[in-house]
């Protein structure tokens, strides 16, 4: 159940404490290794087969949820590259349990143990780094023209656009290239948390669909399609008949007919260059993920 909290004092709070948190991840380029050591963990394994199998054993169960069970990425980015990149052992261990404050990386500490965050980091300096599958297709310019006039409209992007759906300012980080194109043809694999769709009906009949924001025992929050936050009472039985989830998401599938593979490729090349800082996409909606 989604429990962000829209505009409220512990929102602004959050976000200030993560704008602090922005300072950190500012010099974005070389994350992995100009991390400050606040403590300093120490690596008590040598990497035996054995080490490396509960490695991947513990990747598999924590981890590939998001990054896919190869860790080439799949709703959060490729894994394969970041020791090539200059991360170091202790970096990635201090990322991993300490998650990226903003985005969806959940720090680790709350559901891995240190031993098991030491094996998965070795597992993942055992992967071979991924080259680019192909040649980055498409042009970014005329993809930015095809976003303004189809996906603005519920997407913000550094600032500007609608709300209905997440914010896309650091979307080039956190998804791949496939994945985008999934969600965009309607082939995702699951609606967003925070972005459950709902149906409210009214006793004369009338249906408001939205986004769950919010709920407690006595009402729940929801922000309609024509983006208004609205509180719902449930036990105003005079209005409400039904709050139901429903299971297609509010974001229209693209198809073919649609959206042409031509302007696809435009329009994930765009995507693509979306990387700005964490703080960017949290502030813009007020919403926490
Ligand atoms: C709920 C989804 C989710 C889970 C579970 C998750 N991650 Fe992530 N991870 C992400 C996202 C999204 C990002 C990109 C965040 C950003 O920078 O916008 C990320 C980023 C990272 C990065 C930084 C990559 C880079 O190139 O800078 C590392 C390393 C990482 N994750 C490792 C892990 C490991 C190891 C686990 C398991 C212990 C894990 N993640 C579990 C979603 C997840
Ligand atoms: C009518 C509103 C609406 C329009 C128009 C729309 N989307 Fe969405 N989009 C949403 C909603 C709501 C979600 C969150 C629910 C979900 O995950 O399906 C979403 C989710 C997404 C996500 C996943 C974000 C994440 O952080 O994982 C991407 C990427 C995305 N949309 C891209 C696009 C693109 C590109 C277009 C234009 C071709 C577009 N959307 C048009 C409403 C919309």
């Not at 990747?59 to 998001?66: I, Q």
């Not at 309609?224 to 299971?247: C, F, H, N, W, Y």
């Amino acid at each position: 159940m989604a429990s962000s909290n829209v505009c409220s004092p512990r929102t602004v709070r959050l976000a200030l404490a993560l704008g602090g948190g922005l300072l950190l991840l500012a010099a974005r380029a070389v994350p992995l290794v100009a991390q400050t050591p606040t403590e300093t963990p120490k690596n008590p394994y040598t990497p035996t087969p054995q080490v490396i199998q509960e490695g991947m054993a513990a990747f598999r169960a924590n981890c590939a949820y998001c990054h896919g069970m190869d860790a080439r990425g799949m709703r959060a980015p490729d894994l394969t590259g970041v020791f090539a990149r200059g991360a170091s052992e202790d970096g990635l261990f201090r990322l991993v349990r300490r998650g990226i404050p903003g985005t969806e990386m959940p720090p680790a500490n709350v559901f891995l143990q240190e031993p098991d965050t030491w094996k998965v980091v070795m597992y993942l300096r055992t992967l071979a780094v991924t080259p680019p599958t192909e040649t980055p297709r498409g042009n970014a310019e005329n993809g930015e023209r095809v976003f303004r006039a189809r996906c603005a409209t519920c997407h913000k992007v550094s600032g500007r656009g609608g709300v209905l759906g997440p914010d896309l300012s650091r979307i080039g980080i956190s998804r791949t290239r496939a994945s985008l194109a999934r969600q965009i043809r309607g082939g995702n694999e699951e609606i967003k948390p925070g972005y459950q769709p709902v149906t409210i009906t009214t006793h004369e009949g009338r249906t408001i669909r939205g986004t769950r924001k919010n709920e407690d025992m006595m009402s729940v929050q929801i922000m309609d399609t024509a983006e208004r936050l609205q509180g719902v009472v449930k036990s105003d039985v005079r209005t409400v008949s039904a709050i139901a989830d429903d299971k297609k998401s509010l974001m229209p599938a693209y198809g073919v007919d649609q959206l042409n593979e031509s302007d696809l490729d435009d329009l994930l090349r765009y995507l693509g260059t979306l990387k700005s800082a964490p703080t960017a996409a949290v502030t813009a909606t007020g919403v926490i993920p």
